[in-house]
């Protein structure tokens, strides 16, 4: 017999159990899935911020730049009055440069494994909290599948708040194991062990306070817990408040020397502030904002990375009242269900979730309308994640339903509509086209969405399509600094040169702020360069290569600009140099190929054009400027094969009719 009589074997859910009750099954397995969840976005391009934060960026190529990291705002190549100090995000994106160079999928796959990083760190955190260990494995779960977190997974520059989420949880961990050791009932506990825990938390504070500025509030939601939880089990509230003040002090005190460092660092940056609305606002405003959240969380649906929130200045009711009551009766439900639990885990989850989110609520710091943004809730949901995970835990037996079995149904409804909306939604980052529909269709009010879309329209060739959007960007959000520069591209794209010169020095005017960064004045260098406007163009052009000799868009525009103005071997020299810097871009390849083929110089021309075809196949000019390179060589087939190309991604291009036309008797 396989079963002695009273003890039959263990089951298949038994055995599944019992496996899974090991951490080293069950975290690779909750890795696995988690990857699989979001290995879609490997196929991702860089979007939106990824191009001037990563591939325009002169600070990643070389690692003998990272003290420049510590002493410099990230953005400090794009815009003066940018505060973002966060070095170790800049020597992340230095190793995957180093690795995968300007490959998207090796960015990608470095932001998937931060969130797989990031969901074994809430495991760890909420077991040292105290949690049962199923409650603490459906948490991480919970936080790996939550549609929530699509943003800073699938958008690289959005993978630094998984970053400061993976340290922060490990520091609040290490912190919980070093008390653990200080209240060891043995009469010699072991205090390097202790000392080491400590030291391990404070020294992860430190590598989060350098990679966001989320990690601020670190030392209030050490206080908390000291509170909640004081050493002496029937302290009173002067004892429970200066044991908070105690234990939180030391990572203050690394909080301070962050604070001060990034003052240091940002000494000459100007800082954003909006001096158009006041605290009154920001009160109006707060309750909705907190109420969007709070929605996003409970039902994970139209996902987007452009939001737009204004400041509320009417409508009370239904945007003051209405999400006051609705935080109001979710406040009065947690303090009522961390009653009933006996407990303060209910308490300080929820409080987590609140002090997490925190140095978001900020509104003024913000543009008007830039107040949601879901990467601000990835460290904050640690607190959503134990709530949920807590309340499947507590379902009660329902008739002909086990609780178990109904806690595993509950699990596996909630668990799969997470992942089908997470699989469903993060698709619209693939790229900036799908990024700005998205933005546009869910809030067509939202004024970056449709001077972006503006913008993205130009590039493909949809002028008229591009110039009716950022008109209207102009008409209805004439606060908007960047409007008149967004219509004044699409004007010089579309070759409306007069109204386009007019609009510029418009916008210049109206964002000076802008012509003072290095990318803004390759920007317009390059718009002054499209229009014949050499002698400022070029101006612009000495000036912040001077600055920054290795800056992508300076050294792509500006050899641009001298291949307009017919000196090829200059726009050579840059462009090839542009190509050093970021060889996995197509342009650079495409317009240094031009310039060799206008020199009489087609032999060398045509593989760079060959390359540039090849990696961007969409774009209807490069098959036009490769045709233009057959043609000249004799091969009369290909030339035709590439002009027919061009056209059936132009049907517009009068060029290509004509070349066409004009090779059919051939």
Known sequence: MDQTQGHPEPGASELLAKYLRRPSVLLPLLGLVTFVVYSGSLSFDFVWDDWPQIVNSPIIRTWSNLPRAFGSDLWYHVARHQVYYRPLFVAWSMLNYTLFGLRPWGWHLGAVLLHVGAVVAVFWLVRRMGVEYWTAALAALIFALHPVHIEPVTWISAASDTMVTMFAALAFAAFLNGRDAERNPEPNPDKRKRTAWWMASLALLACALLTKEMAVMFSVLVAIYAWLHPTQQKASLGQRVLGAMLEAAPYASVT??????????????????????????????????????????????????????????????????????????????????????????????????????????????????????????????????????????????IKGWSAQ??????????????????????????????????????????????????????????????????????????????????????????GRFDVGRVMLQKALLTSPDYAKSETGMASIAGLYGRMGDFEPAFALCDQVLAKEPNLYSALYNCGNIHLIDGQYAEAERLLSHAIEVSPEQAAPKHFLGRALLQDGRNAEAQPYLLQAVAMDPKVWDYHYWLAQSLERNGNISGARAQYREALRLNPDSGEAKMRLTAMEGK
């Open 405 to 494: 079995a109904g806690q595993g149904c509950a699990v596996l409804v909630l668990c799969g509509s997470y992942v089908c909306a997470s699989i469903a939604q993060q698709v619209y980052w693939g790229n900036d086209l799908l990024v700005l529909v998205r933005g546009q269709s869910l809030y067509p009010g939202n004024p970056y969405a449709v001077a972006g879309l503006a913008k993205e329209y130009s590039q493909r060739g949809a002028n008229d399509r591009a110039i009716e959007l950022a008109e209207s960007v102009v008409r209805d959000h004439p606060e908007y600094g960047y409007a008149s520069l967004a219509l004044a591209e699409t004007y010089i794209q579309a």
């Open 256 to 397: 301070l020397a962050y604070v001060l460092l990034r003052k240091h660092a940002l000494l000459h940056a100007t800082g954003q502030f909006d001096p158009t609305h006041g605290m009154i606002d920001v009160a109006r405003t707060l309750p909705l904002v907190l109420s969007i959240y709070l929605r996003q969380l409970l039902v994970p649906v139209g996902i987007t990375g452009l939001y737009y929130t204004p400041y509320v200045t009417g409508a009370i009711l239904s945007q003051v009242v209405t999400p006051v009551v609705a935080l109001g009766s979710a406040l009065v439900g947690l303090w009522y269900w961390n009653r009933r639990e006996g407990n303060s885990t209910v308490a300080f989850a929820g409080l987590w979730l609140l002090v997490g989110l925190a140095p978001a609520l900020y509104l003024r710091n913000f543009g008007n309308g830039d107040f949601v943004r879901d990467r601000y809730m990835y460290l904050p949901s640690i607190g959503f994640a134990i709530l949920a995970a807590m309340a499947l835990r507590r379902l009660p037996s």
